[in-house]
């Protein structure tokens, strides 16, 4: 059964307590619907966790008419895997508006990792721990078209087509270890139902 909300030192201190799922390294998976409030709550979960790494489904390649996994073979290879092994990984992000890669950036074996995205908590991810957040479509819809321009509104149409799908077939929210709703998470983390 999934948590109830709480707070994010509560929720850091929760993390911290739980078994490495990849290496040393306790993997935090942040999933749900694109738009929902996932890369909100990491940046905040982050700062309470001392600066705990980011790694974003959006630092990689992931074209809009894409299946949403398109990222996770390249992250488990390039980060993942070296953390497993107890190594730094080396992450080349990608920026969207640029079309290129950035330098290469060294992350090290820390004790949490957050991984943000759509896909990041599907079945097949080592996460330790599971959050689901999602909010309304029309807020959703809002948020993205707001952050990359109402050019992509097709694009985004079609793209959350494809990641209900995913969901779906995968049972993603049904297996977190957290449900959020994502309509405000500045300030306090409320479960959604």
Known sequence: MPETATTYPALAARLLARAPSCGRVRLVAIDGPSG???STFAARLAQVLAGAPVVR???????????????????ERTVLAPLRDGRPAVLRRFHWHREAYGPPEEIPPAPVLLAEGVGAAWAGSPAAYRVWIEAPRELRRARVLDRDGPAFADAWDGWSVREAAHFAADGTRDRADLRLDGTDLAHRLRACR
């Open 36 to 38: 929902g409030g996932k």
């Open 57 to 75: 489904s959006d630092d990689f390649r992931v074209p809009w008419d894409a299946d949403p996994l398109t990222w996770w073979e390249p992250f």
